[in-house]
């Protein structure tokens, strides 16, 4: 039904499903997808990564690269464990005796879950070397083949994600990659001058020009005011110009012809038209005199007197125009005065070199002062935090931080409760009833299993549905987790097999059920009748039609924990089954999200590509949950050697992540100096196709010439805080 939605409303609805335009070079321009039902499938498809890059910029190139890589890997993945551990399970683990007390899952029924042992005198043999249990050495192979595999891939991708920055970021040529950001600036260098001369000393450039934070609340908060009055007053005049049209159709219905019904040039000169008029005179003679409608102009009603018990009324349009003017002088007489410096300011250097090696150098030896990071974008800036003080800004940050804790933590229970609630194990314990009905009735039983969907992250989805199963046992795990640091081993892999059903569907819910949901757009279609009706003013008609954003930090977390989910069951027996999934989210994922990032919806702002590290160290995360989990489930079947034997992946893993930080970070926070093009090494040309896939020597191209997203939205602007300048 969704993609019966989609494939009417796309070609009816172009305002909103094909809202994004950029005036596209011809050589990289994007196609007109088909109006038919599935043909602009294939369109999408083949859009290359070098168009995706030039019209969207490094973000959307990062985020659709995460997906493809995904892509790939559960391909890869999904054939081995469909082709050599599927196999494995079935004749081995079918053929052992189950135990009834423990509940069989709806998707892996196949798989008996055998008695854990929970009893110490039971942990004293090892299995490890059992012939009968001989198939859990497979386990561990592939728990190395598939940690293998997703650290190729990840490694192969980082590389060339770093390579295209590199070359996109050296070639292009913005005010925002000349200038950085200087804060923590002492007081007897708080001038413009000041600051000029400093940075010149250190010999790295010249600098263009420096803008010097001050404390512009008091012009701020003017420029605020005169927003909400200016608002009022288009509102006002939109309400008063919506009675206009009748009146002067009435007028043409008396005999009053207007403008628009002349057809002869003489009947223009009858009635008195003058060519060289100007722009203070009538435009149509329907408008007639203010006075022919002064009963109907719009009111605005005053409250005054002792607490302002008294009011009355006053032309609004009158009274709104007489204090946008009084806002303009203040704004006037504000804009003249001088401010108190602040300790923070933007620095243009006149190459980006300069900029570069001012970047990733130490320019003072005292700890905490003149520290430099790379400028946002001017239209990035919230002007109200240059500044605001180190001390307000850190306790800022602090109270989030200590708000979030305190919530999750407080969030633990509930959530916890609802973990038990839906359990079937609690539900057969208290109302056994109700729970032999939902075992007759599988559908049933399969909605209160899956309504833990609601839950989206990964502390809430993963540890604590996971980890704790009830209220009454989450501080046994934890006190228990305290007296044996493998309590949590056991313990999560002894769960995850039971929850193998809830997250099996909650991956078939995000990428069958929701991805239709999300390319229909449905939160826009059903805000628009909405927002027609409030909407008044031409500014709010120009509102309505702009693309809506696309904010990378609500899709990029669901798709990382859905990563993380397809490693962790990557290797258990019905791990084929997560992986098709997986591999199927990904694949409707990727065009879901190519087609809105490219036609759909906007960027607010452009952090560079700099989301690739953020998820590359998510992997990693995920990839030592997965070798928790395979540790432990390997111990709880008394495999203690094979668990043991997992421990070098988890240290090879920790090592990864600490030489990525050496080796890699740097290269997706900052630009080296060899990839930084002057204009006289090659000027405009830039990345080539040889830097993307399936690209020879005969297929290689300029991928662009002209400028980059960036470059135009840049265009012309300023470290200026707007309030001094506009309007």
Not at 74 to 95: K, Q, T, Y
Not at 500 to 523: E, H
Not at 572 to 584: S, T
Not at 678 to 684: F, K, L, V
């Amino acid at each position: 039904m969704e993609c019966r939605a989609v494939a009417t409303f796309r070609p009816r609805w172009k305002t909103l499903y094909a809202a994004r335009k950029r005036p596209w070079n011809p050589l990289i321009g994007l196609p007109v997808l088909p109006d038919t039902f599935f043909g602009w499938i294939p369109a999408l498809y083949r859009i290359t990564e070098q168009q995706v890059l030039s019209s969207s910029g490094l973000d959307a190139y990062v985020f659709l690269a995460f997906f493809k890589m995904s892509m790939r890997l559960f391909g890869v993945m999904f054939f081995f464990a469909a082709v050599v551990l599927e196999p494995i399970n079935r004749h081995f683990v079918d053929s052992r005796s189950p135990d009834n007390n423990a509940p069989q899952s709806l998707l892996f029924h196949q798989y008996a879950t055998y008695r854990t042992y929970d009893d110490p005198a039971l942990l004293d043999d090892d299995n490890s070397f059992n012939r009968d249990m001989g198939y859990l050495w497979s386990y561990l192979v592939f728990t190395y083949i598939f940690t293998g595999l997703t650290l190729f891939f990840m490694d192969k991708e980082t590389a060339k994600v770093i390579r295209v920055r590199q070359d996109y970021l050296g070639t292009q040529s913005t005010i925002t990659d000349r200038t950085f950001r200087l804060s923590d600036i002492p007081k007897d260098l708080r001038t413009e001058d000041a600051i000029k001369d400093l940075v010149q000393k250190l010999e790295i450039g010249k600098v263009e020009s420096v803008t010097l934070c001050r404390n512009w609340k008091e012009l701020d908060s003017l420029l605020e005011e005169r927003e909400t009055v200016l608002a009022k007053l288009e509102e006002t005049w939109s309400v008063h110009l919506s009675h206009r049209p009748l009146e002067s159709a009435e007028g043409q219905a008396n005999g009053d012809s207007g403008v628009g019904f002349l057809n002869d040039p003489s009947d223009a000169a009858a009635v008195g038209l003058d060519e060289e008029a100007g722009e203070t005179d009538r435009l149509l003679r329907g408008a007639g005199d203010r006075g022919s409608i002064e009963g109907d102009r719009p009111q605005a009603r005053l409250w005054y007197g002792f607490l302002r018990l008294q009011s009355r009324k006053t032309d609004a349009i009158d009274y709104y125009t007489e204090k946008l003017r009084q806002m303009d002088d203040k704004i006037l007489t504000a804009r003249k005065k001088t401010y108190e410096p602040a300790n923070l300011a933007f620095v243009t250097m006149d190459s980006i070199a300069a900029c570069q090696m001012a970047i990733q150098a130490l320019i003072d030896p005292h700890p905490g002062r003149l520290l430099t990071k790379p400028a946002p974008a001017p239209s990035d800036i919230v002007w109200k935090n240059t500044y605001a003080s180190r001390l307000s800004r850190r306790i800022r940050s602090w109270t989030i931080t200590v708000f979030v804790a305190v919530l999750s933590v407080v969030w633990l229970v509930p959530v916890a409760f609802l973990a038990s609630v839906l359990s079937i194990c609690t539900i057969n314990k208290f109302l056994p009833s109700f729970a032999d009905w939902l075992r007759e009735h599988e559908i049933a039983r399969t909605l209160v299993q899956t309504a833990k969907n609601f839950f989206f992250t990964f502390f809430n989805i993963f540890l604590i549905f996971t980890v704790f199963g009830a209220v009454t046992s989450i501080f046994d795990v934890l006190r228990n987790s305290l007296q044996d640091t493998t309590y949590i081993a056991y313990t999560l892999a002894r769960k995850i097999e039971d929850l193998s059903v809830f997250y099996t569907n909650f991956i078939m819910l995000q990428g069958l059920g929701l991805f239709p949901f999300r390319l229909l757009q449905f939160g826009s279609v059903a805000q628009y009748p909405i927002l027609r009706m409030g909407a008044k003013t031409p500014r709010d008609f120009a509102q309505m039609v702009q693309p809506p954003m696309f904010y990378y930090s609500f899709y990029l977390p669901t798709a990382l924990l859905v990563f993380i989910l397809c490693l962790v069951y990557s290797a258990l027996p019905g791990g084929f089954l997560v992986l098709g999934l997986g591999l199927a989210y990904f694949s409707l994922g990727y065009f879901t999200y190519k087609y809105q990032l490219l036609y759909a919806m906007d960027q607010p702002q452009h952090a560079t590509g700099g989301a690739w590290r953020m998820i590359c160290y998510r992997i990693m995360l995920g990839l030592v949950v997965f070798h928790v989990t395979m540790s432990g489930y390997l111990a709880l079947r008394k495999a203690f050697t094979v668990a043991v034997l997992i421990a070098p992946l988890f240290i090879a893993t920790l090592w990864y992540g600490w030489d990525f930080k050496k080796r890699a970070e740097p290269l997706t926070r900052f630009i080296s100096l060899r990839s930084i093009k002057r204009t006289e090494e090659g000027g405009e040309t830039a990345i080539l196709d040889e830097d993307f896939e399936g690209s020879g020597e005969e297929n290689r191209e300029v991928l662009r010439r002209g400028s980059t997203v960036d470059e135009d939205k840049e265009k012309g602007l300023r470290f200026v805080n707007p309030s001094l300048v506009v309007p």
